[in-house]
């Protein structure tokens, strides 16, 4: 619906404002009277405000005159069709209400119609990772989850042609990781631990010679020969049945008593062709690798959640270089920061597109909305509104001074109406 004209009146005083079919600016506007003129426009759609007239055209294209005398009754015309229509707008109480018609009470259409600095802010907040996803080069960035998807479907289908899952794949290549450092390090300390034995061996079997011809003196150098052969015969040693713990370790994590039994247990299938036991570690190669280049332009993102927003990531890419701000870089963060709340901007009017059982689109309320967002980017965002208004009504009230001077500049090509609210009295 859009709303044509609003007349509020209190005894001798009457406000009248005629509305743009797309967008308005109602200039002049304190907080008070922001705050009490869209509790005058939600109203207007109740059953509350008597001496409040609407005029409204509704999504169907009929027009439609709400009049609410004081001390009367109220009633509802069919503009175009010159006749009373009020029995198809009354509930059961007999009062003409709108919202309730809806299924809306006056807090929730207040609450939905109504846009505030923070609840602008909170709708940017809400949308900062598809903002931030937005940033990124879009085609990169969906063939990067592409990649992803499909390696990761192969990477299942390999593991389910070999009768394992990915899962096993992961165990069975940080076992035979674990397997090869501990055949790595037993290897070693066999070399080392004979090594050792030997210069120990040579050491004691030159001390008694040496020491008829040279005395006990050199005794202690070769005692400390074959001592430094033991201890690092030991540091081996050590190192291998550290590694035989992490294997261990690793085939527990499989339910595997040993190296043998996880084969025997998980993978027997999988041993059984080489050539399919290729295929799978290869198709674990490849995700890994498309899980990398995914995670360095995405971050922790979840590729399924991004392909499900992926509509509105593309969307906000869009925006972020429709509202870029003037004399801002494609990858300056402000720019980011102005396509967030363009993105935020789009989602609240998209809501108000379907409210309540009835389906009816009804406006979009800005009170003073852009009151923190960088001077500069709020003509971008204006320009925004205007052409999202061609379908769907847009109110801004305000009292800023840089607002009320575009949209009186705008106002020549007549897709924007400027009103100064000023009350008038009456004469009787």
């Known amino acids: 619906?859009?709303?044509?004209?609003?007349?509020?009146?209190?005894?001798?005083?009457?406000?009248?404002?005629?509305?743009?079919?797309?967008?308005?600016?109602?200039?002049?506007?304190?907080?008070?009277?922001?705050?009490?003129?869209?509790?005058?426009?939600?109203?207007?759609?109740?059953?509350?405000?008597?001496?409040?007239?609407?005029?409204?055209?509704?999504?169907?294209?009929?027009?439609?005159?709400?009049?609410?005398?004081?001390?009367?009754?109220?009633?509802?015309?069919?503009?175009?069709?010159?006749?009373?229509?009020?029995?198809?707008?009354?509930?059961?109480?007999?009062?003409?209400?709108?919202?309730?018609?809806?299924?809306?009470?006056?807090?929730?259409?207040?609450?939905?119609?109504?846009?505030?600095?923070?609840?602008?802010?909170?709708?940017?907040?809400?949308?900062?990772?598809?903002?931030?996803?937005?940033?990124?080069?879009?085609?990169?960035?969906?063939?990067?989850?592409?990649?992803?998807?499909?390696?990761?479907?192969?990477?299942?289908e390999e593991a389910a042609a070999s009768g394992t899952t990915a899962e096993d794949v992961e165990v069975v290549e940080r076992i035979e990781q674990r397997h090869t450092e501990f055949e790595r390090s037993q290897e070693q300390s066999e070399g080392v631990r004979k090594v050792s034995f030997v210069v120990a061996g040579?050491?004691?079997?030159?001390?008694?010679?040496?020491?008829?011809?040279?005395?006990?003196?050199?005794?202690?150098?070769?005692?400390?020969?074959a001592m430094v052969a033991v201890t690092i015969s030991l540091v081996f040693w050590r190192r291998m049945e550290g590694a035989r713990r992490r294997e261990t370790a690793a085939l527990a994590e499989a339910g595997a008593q040993s190296y043998l039994g996880?084969?025997?247990?998980?993978?027997?299938?999988?041993?059984?062709?080489?050539?399919?036991?290729?295929?799978?570690l290869k198709a674990a190669e490849d995700h890994r690798s498309a899980t990398a280049r995914w995670?360095?332009?995405?971050?922790?993102?979840?590729?399924?959640?991004?392909?499900?927003?992926?509509?509105?990531?593309?969307?906000?890419?869009?925006?972020?270089?429709?509202?870029?701000?003037?004399?801002?870089?494609?990858?300056?963060?402000?720019a980011d920061d102005v396509a967030a709340l363009a993105h935020a901007l789009l989602n609240t009017l998209s809501e108000l597109r379907d409210v309540g059982s009835t389906g009816e689109t009804f406006p979009l309320l800005i009170d003073e909305a852009f009151s923190n967002v960088d001077p500069t980017a709020i003509p971008a965002l204006l320009e925004l509104l205007v052409r999202s208004s061609a379908h769907q009504q847009v109110v801004v009230l305000t009292d800023t001074d840089n607002i009320e001077s575009w949209a009186r500049l705008e106002a020549i090509t007549g897709n924007v109406g400027v009103v100064e609210v000023a009350p008038t009295v009456r004469v009787a």
């Open 295 to 334: 995670t360095a332009l995405a971050g922790d993102v979840d590729v399924q959640w991004a392909v499900t927003r992926r509509t509105d990531i593309t969307s906000a890419a869009r925006l972020r270089m429709d509202v870029r701000p003037l004399g801002l870089s494609h990858d300056d963060d402000s």
């Open 1 to 156: 619906m859009k709303f044509e004209r609003l007349v509020i009146e209190s005894g001798d005083v009457q406000t009248c404002l005629d509305l743009h079919p797309q967008l308005t600016v109602l200039t002049g506007l304190s907080d008070l009277e922001r705050d009490g003129l869209v509790g005058e426009f939600v109203g207007a759609l109740g059953s509350a405000r008597s001496g409040v007239h609407l005029e409204l055209t509704a999504d169907s294209g009929r027009r439609f005159a709400i009049f609410r005398p004081i001390g009367a009754a109220h009633r509802v015309i069919d503009v175009d069709g010159h006749s009373d229509v009020t029995a198809q707008f009354t509930d059961e109480s007999g009062r003409i209400d709108l919202l309730t018609r809806a299924g809306l009470d006056p807090r929730a259409a207040r609450r939905v119609m109504r846009l505030t600095s923070q609840a602008l802010t909170e709708a940017t907040h809400g949308d900062s990772i598809a903002a931030g996803l937005a940033r990124v080069e879009q085609q990169e960035l969906w063939t990067a989850a592409e990649l992803l998807i499909a390696s990761g479907e192969r990477l299942e």
């Open 202 to 225: 040579l050491s004691a079997l030159a001390a008694v010679p040496l020491t008829q011809q040279m005395g006990t003196s050199v005794v202690m150098p070769l005692a400390a020969l």
């Open 262 to 280: 996880f084969h025997l247990q998980r993978v027997n299938s999988l041993l059984s062709s080489d050539q399919g036991r290729r295929r799978l």
